[in-house]
C-alpha cells in the first residue's frame, strides 16, 4: 500500500476536481428535496373516508410536516449509496479499534435474523404461538451459560452498558435484601467509562482502584478498599490493557469474605472464551456484549445486546419474564419472581441480535469458540512483535487480544497520537482506540480480532512502521494527516461551541 | 489438555478465522513461543477449562439454515395470519430499498463514528435523522438514539429529575405502555423517586383532575398519545394540568406524527418514544430504536450521543460527534446517561424510511390508519355484544370489550386465522375481556369486514 503524500491540486483540470468533489462530499437528503417528487406509493384508501373532523378533534389535526422532504426513491438510493461510501468497515479490512472487538460479520447471521417467522413475529403474542423463538431464547441461555459457567443468564439487555446496570441492580437489591445495599463501588483506574455510569445509575458512589505497574490490581489495595461499605468491585477481565488478572480467584475471595460482589464486565471475553469460564473464577456476575465476542454487526453504533449471566446468590434477582421448558419440552414466559429487579425493557430485549448470535454459536460450535481467542491472542501478540520496536509499550506484561502503546518515542518529534491515527487512514487503515485506558499517556490500543489474515496485519504493521519512519524524517507530513480522507482534522471546538445539531431552511 | 485439538492441524480450520497451519507457525516464531498455548500462561491453570466447551456446532450453513428454520416455523406469525396487534409494536410496510441499503456493510460493518474522517456516512445520516426528528416533534434537539421507547422514557425521567433540584416525584399517567412504566421502575429504584400513577378517564384520557392534584411537589409529569388504548390526549389540557412542570410526551406509535400536531407545539418539553413504527418489522420486540427530542436550552442535559456540523481544515462542511462532555466516556461517573451503543443501524432505517414517505407519504400513512381504523371501529359498533369502552378519539388502536374473557375470544379468532388482538387482563386487574385492536395501512376493507364477521362469529360461538 503506498501513502500518497500531498495532492498537487493546482495542476488539477477543473472538471476533475468537480469529480473529486462529488465523490467526497453529498447534500444532506433536505438539500435534496424538490415539491412534488415522492418516493413511495400506497394503494388508494379502500375505505370510506370520513371528515377529519369528525376523527380528530381541532386543534390536534396537523395540517402538515413543514420542511419534511420530497425526494424520489432514485434519490434516496442514490444519497444512501455516496453517504455509505465515506464510511470505512470491517468488511473493507482491518478495523483495529481495541475494546469495540470489530471481527468478521458473517452473513448468515443476517438470513437466519430475515427468516419471515422471526422477523414478523410480535412481542406480545401469546405463548403457544411463539415456541419457535421460546425454545431459541433458552437455547441461547443454555449455549451462554456453558460458555460462562454460570447458572443462569438473562437476555434482556440490549447493550453492554444496560448489562452492567442490569447486573448492579442486582447486586444492590441482594445487598439491601441482607439488610444493607452499602454504598461503593470499586472500579479500577484503567475501566470502561460506562461501569461508573452503570453503577452510579445503579443508586452508588464510585471508589477509584489504582492500578499496579503491571496495569492490573494489586491484592493488597483491593483488601484495604473492601470496607463494609463495598458492594462490588467491576473489574474487567483481562484489563483494557488486555493483561488478564492472574489472581482473579483471590480477588474474589476477598471480596466475599466481606459479603461483596465480584462484576466482570466482560467487554473482552473474546480473549478467552472457549479457554476459561467466568463462573470457575468467583465471579459473581458478568455480561457480555454480542455484538463484540459473538459477531452480530455493530452497525455504526448499535444495536447490540448485552446478556447477563450470574452466580447462584444472586438467582433471585433476575430480571423478569425468564423463559423456561416444562417438562413436555413447550416453554413458557415466567414471571413468578417474587424478588426480581423487575423488568429492564419492554418486550423481550433484543430478539433479532440474539438470534444473530445463536447462529454464530452455532456456525463457532465448541472448537470454534476455542480457536476464536485462540487466534485472537496470537494476532494481538504478533502486532505487538512486530511494532515494539518503534513504539513504547508502557505495560511489559504478557496481554492477550489487545496491545496497547504510546506515543512516548514520538511525541520528541512533536507528533502525537492523534497524528499518528489519521496518519494511518491515508495507508487505508481505521485508526485504533485512542487516548484510551486513561491510565496510558497517548494510548494507542489495538485490538485485531481473530478475523484478520496475517497478510493484512503485515500490512497494518507496516505501515505503522512507516509512520513511525515518517514521524523521524517528516513529522509535519503526519501532524497534517489524514491527507487523502473525504474530509480533514475537523473543528470539533467550533462543533461544541456553536451546536449546530440539525438541518434548518 | 491432550484431547484439544492443535490450532496450527489444518484439521482446525475455521471459515470465519483465516490464519491457519503455516500462518500460526511462522507468527509464533515472531512472538517467539513454540505455541499458542503459552500465550495463556497468565490465566492460571485452576481456572483454566481442561475439556471443550459442551454445546452443539460447528455448524455448516446448510445445517444452521435447516434447524433456524425449523424453529421459525414453529411461530404463528402475521406471516400465515392476519394480525392486528399493536400495543407498541406495529406492522408498517417497509419500502423494500430499505432493508437493500441498510446490507450495504459500510454502514452494517462500521462501528461508531470516532474518527469523524472515515465515518462521515454514519455521521451525516445521524444528522439528517436528528433534523427528521425535530420536524417530527416540533422540538429542537434531537439525539443520535436511545435503546427503545421504554428505556427513552426512563432517560426523561432521569434528565427532568436532574433539571430541578430537591424535587423526587414524578407523575406517570397509568395509560402509558405497561411495559415503559414497569421498565421506569426498574431503573429508579434505588435513586429516591416516587412515581405517582394517574389513571383516566370515560373517555380514555388522562384523568385531569388527578393529574392537577398529583402535581404538588412533582418535578416532571409523563403522558403518552396515542396512550396504551390507542387514545389521543389532549396535549393542550394536559400541559394546563401540568403547570410549570417539565412535561414529557411519550410517542410509542410514531406514524401518528404524520396527522397529530406535535408536543412541541403544545407546551411539551421533551418528547421520548419509539420508532419501530417507521417501517422496522416486528421481531419479537426488537431491535427498535427509542427517540428524544428536547427544548433548545435541555440540549447540555440530554443523554446519548450528538452529531453536529463543523467545518474541516481546508473549509468543508462536515459532521463529527460533539457535546461529549455529557457521555460516560468522558464524565464517567457524573455522566447524564451510561449508555454508549445505541441503535445506530435502526435509526439509519428509520432515517430512510422517514425520507422515502417524506411529508406526504408519512401523511398517507397517518390519514390510512385513521380512516381503516374508523372503519373498523364503526364497524365494531354494529356488533351489538361488542362494547367500546373508550369515547376518545383514537388513531390506529382501539379497546374491544365483549361478554366473554377476551383470551377465549382471541382462542376463536386465531382458529380463523386471524391474530385478534392483545388481551388486556395481563396489565389491568378488571379487564378480563377487553383486548387491543390495532390497524394499520396494511390492511385491506376485506380484511376489516372479516374481522368484524369473525369476531361476531365468535361471540355467537361463546354464547352457545
Known sequence: MTAITQQNETDQPEAQKDVAQRSSTEPLIFERSKPGRRGYQLPALDVPEQALEDLLPAGLHRSEIADEVEVSEVDVIRHFTRLSKLNVSIDAGLYPLGSCTMKHNPRINEEIARVPGFAHSHPMQAEHQVQGNLELLWWLEQTLKEIFGMPRVTLQPVAGAHGELTGILMVHKA??????????????????????????????????????????????????????????????????????????????????????????????????????????????????????????????????????????????????????????????????????????????GNFNVLVRALTYMRSMGPTGLRRIAQLAVLNANYIRARLRKFYHLPYDAPTLHEVVFSDKNQTAKDVHTLDIAKRLMDYGFHPPTIYFPLIVSGALMIEPTESEPKEELDAFCDAMIAIARECEERPELVRSAPHTTPVRRLDEARAARQPVLRWKK | MSNLPDPADPASSHRFISNAGQDIREMLAVVGVDSIDRLFDTIPADVKLDRLLDIPGPWSEIESRRWFRALAARNVTAVDHVSFLGGGAYAHAQPACVDQLLLRAEFLTAYTPYQPEVSQGTLQSIFEYQTHQCLLTGLDVANASLYDGSTALCEAVLMAERLVKGKTKVVLAKSIHPHYLQTVRTYIQNLGIEIVEVGWGEDGRVDLDALRAATGGAFAVAVQSPNFFGVIEDYDAVAEASGDLTKIAVVAEATSFGILTPPGQHRFDICVGEGQAWGVPTQFGGPYVGFMVVREALKRHMPGRLVGETVDVDGKRAYVLTLATREQHIRRGKATSNICTNQALIALAANMYLSLMGKEGLREVATQCLQKTAYLRRKLRGIPAVELPFSGPVYNELVVRTPFPATQILADLEHEKILGGIPLGEFYEDRDRDFLVAVTELHTREQLDQYAAALTAAISRERR
Open chain 1, 175 to 348: 445487598l439491601a435484601k441482607s439488610g444493607n445495599a452499602r454504598k461503593y463501588i470499586l472500579i479500577p483506574d484503567s475501566a470502561h467509562g460506562t461501569n461508573p455510569a452503570s453503577a452510579a445509575f445503579a443508586g452508588y458512589e464510585i471508589r477509584e482502584l489504582k492500578s499496579n505497574s503491571r496495569g492490573t490490581v494489586d491484592l493488597s489495595t483491593l483488601a484495604e478498599a473492601v470496607t463494609e461499605d463495598v458492594a462490588a468491585l467491576m473489574v474487567t477481565v483481562p484489563n483494557t490493557l488486555g493483561v488478564f488478572e492472574s489472581e482473579i480467584k483471590q480477588m474474589a475471595d476477598i471480596l466475599h469474605a466481606k459479603g461483596a460482589y465480584l462484576y466482570c464486565d466482560g467487554a473482552n471475553l473474546n480473549s478467552f472464551v472457549g479457554i476459561a469460564r467466568p463462573g470457575d473464577m468467583g465471579i459473581d456476575v458478568i455480561h457480555s456484549n454480542l455484538h463484540k465476542t459473538f459477531s452480530t454487526p455493530h452497525g455504526g453504533g448499535g444495536p447490540g445486546a448485552g446478556p447477563v449471566g450470574i452466580s447462584e446468590r444472586l438467582l433471585p434477582y433476575l430480571p423478569t419474564p425468564t423463559v423456561e421448558r416444562r417438562e413436555d419440552g413447550t416453554f413458557y414466559l415466567d414471571y413468578d419472581h417474587p424478588d426480581s429487579i423487575g423488568r429492564m425493557r419492554a418486550f423481550h
